[in-house]
């Protein structure tokens, strides 16, 4: 088993800077891709970013340039550095990490973009 813990989100103008991590603790070593996804009220849960076990990093199209994943394997942490947000990113972003057998989710953390 795998536990996430979020942190970050928030409240921020557009423009601006946020960042959201997540906490990982129990079957770390199981671990193959982490992650982060969004959703908002009536739609589906889009993937925003992933890196891999090795570092391989992916990024949406929505997203590429303005957000990083990036991760701290001594505190088993990644990280999503939001830049340049737009009133369209806001949503609920969930971390994830997958195994080979099981997916993990953490519980969400709202990011509103708004001036």
């Known amino acids: 088993q795998v536990q996430l813990v979020e942190s970050g989100g928030g409240l921020v103008q557009p423009g601006g800077s946020l960042i959201v991590s997540c906490a990982a603790s129990?079957?770390?070593?199981?671990?193959?891709?982490m992650g982060w996804y969004r959703q908002t009220p009536g739609k589906e849960r889009d993937l925003v970013a992933t890196i891999t076990r090795f570092g391989v990093t992916n990024h949406a199209d929505s997203v590429k340039g303005r957000f990083t994943i990036s991760r701290d394997n001594a505190k088993n942490t990644w990280y999503l550095q939001m830049n340049s947000l737009k009133p369209e990113d806001t949503a609920v972003y969930f971390c994830?990490?997958?195994?080979?057998?099981?997916?993990?989710w953490g519980q969400g953390t709202q990011v509103t973009v708004s001036s």
């Open positions: 994830y990490a997958s195994s080979r057998f099981n997916t993990y």
């Open positions: 129990g079957s770390i070593i199981s671990i193959n891709t």
